[in-house]
């Protein structure tokens, strides 16, 4: 576990599409993590040379992300399923809790992620206050050996979401000492744009409740805050099921944070791949960019040249104009 | 004849450690390893580099962390 204590503010990751900045279609090649025994970017579009969810991928305070996947390990049944997760999904990153060691536990949640050569990101989940959420933040880099920090403060236990006064101080306090803040925050354009002037180097906004799975509740809002965020948009929570992790990249996030979604799945090996897979289809679909929604039909057949097919006897269609 | 000991609450629970005992024994006590491990004495982190300076006194509390699973 590397310290990366250069600290950039300005990490513009690779937003996808906005401000008209067309695809390349030229995506280098990933150069094959020879490590990705399940990557289910293999499967992608042979011309492209590689998976477009990992390749011009996301930059974070100067660090290049190999994937716009965050596996959350909260949840998760065993270390075995874990790893599985992992290998099947390729994730950028995964993160952990801190908690009171337990001198009889065999193995550790940072085996596995060593393992698979993947970054871990410590969280401060738990805490309720900004002072928590610091003292938090500074074990985990102890701990860790990282300056990267998934800043949480809540406001109870019953709904789980931030508590935005709390959040803006913690994050605050700590950009000021070096770290490279991702901040757990409400859908809320303000408050993003709050968090990107503190200094955060990402803004991760939930789709929902943590744990709730019920996808993207305000997608107006996600599309507000990706529009206006000069940092990358990490959704983070809400996360049910594959499509809703597509719905989170066909609004232009750069990432998508994903936990119990994969470890509550009856199969989390199996939903890890398919949430990996939804991710690049909503980064592509995004790119390609999407027709508009209209409220009437379109037909995609032209009308000119529609044979006549009355029968002669029949008395000329309604509207044919017939003398 | 007992050694004198100094009790604190490790982890949530009262522990009796020699008096005397540097942050560093009392992680050894309490955890396997080193690697990956932080303290917090009485709500402050207590860096790897001072763990051999450090003496808690009696009734400090010391929570030492490791990573677990988590959102």
Not at chain 1, 105 to 117: K, P
Not at chain 1, 128 to 133: L, N, Q, S, W
Not at chain 1, 185 to 213: F, K, S, W, Y
Not at chain 1, 271 to 277: K, P, Q, S, T
């Amino acid at each position: 576990m590397t310290a990366d204590l250069d600290h950039a503010t300005t990490g513009t990751g690779g937003r996808p599409a906005t401000g008209g900045d067309p695809p390349t279609g030229s995506h280098p090649a990933t150069g094959g993590d020879p490590a990705t025994g399940g990557d289910p970017a293999t499967g992608g579009d042979p011309a492209t040379g590689g998976d477009p969810a990992t390749v011009d991928g996301l930059t974070i305070a100067g660090v290049r992300l190999a994937s716009r996947l965050f596996l959350g390990s909260g949840g998760i049944a065993s270390l075995e399923a874990l790893d599985s997760a992992i290998a099947a999904s390729r994730p950028a990153l995964v993160t952990v809790a801190l908690r009171r060691v337990d001198p009889g536990a065999r193995g550790s949640v940072l085996d596995v992620v060593a393992r698979h050569g993947v970054r871990v990101l410590p969280n401060t989940a738990g805490c309720f206050t900004a002072r928590d959420a610091v003292t938090t933040a500074r074990l985990g880099r102890e701990a860790l050996g990282t300056n990267w920090v998934k800043l949480e403060v809540i406001g109870d236990e019953d709904t789980l979401l931030p508590d935005a006064v709390e959040l803006l101080a913690a994050a605050e306090t700590l950009v000021e000492d070096g770290f490279v803040v991702l901040p757990y925050t409400n859908d809320d354009p303000v408050l993003a744009r709050r968090l990107e002037q503190a200094g955060c180097a990402a803004v991760m906004p939930l789709g929902a409740p943590i744990g709730t799975g019920l996808g993207i509740a305000n997608p107006h809002n996600i599309s507000m805050i990706v529009e206006s965020s000069g940092i990358p948009v990490v959704l983070d929570a809400g996360i049910g099921t594959a499509s809703d992790a597509a719905v989170a990249m066909e609004l232009g996030c750069d990432a998508v944070l994903v936990a119990s979604a994969i470890t509550r799945a009856r199969d989390p090996e199996r939903m890890a791949r398919a949430i990996a897979l939804a991710i690049e289809a909503g980064l592509e679909a995004r790119r390609a960019g999407r027709i508009p929604r209209r409220y009437r039909a379109e037909a995609s057949s032209p009308f000119s040249g529609v044979a006549d097919l009355r029968s002669t006897h029949q008395a000329p269609a309604r509207g044919a104009g017939t003398p | 004849m007992s050694v004198p000991a100094t009790e604190l609450v490790v982890n949530g629970e009262i522990r009796l450690v020699p008096s005397g005992a540097t942050v560093s024994d009392v992680v050894a006590l309490t955890a396997l390893v080193h690697d990956g491990v932080a303290v917090a004495l009485n709500g402050e982190v207590v860096p790897r580099s001072a763990w051999v300076a450090v003496r808690p006194s009696r009734g400090d509390r010391i929570e030492i962390l490791v990573a677990a699973p988590g959102g």
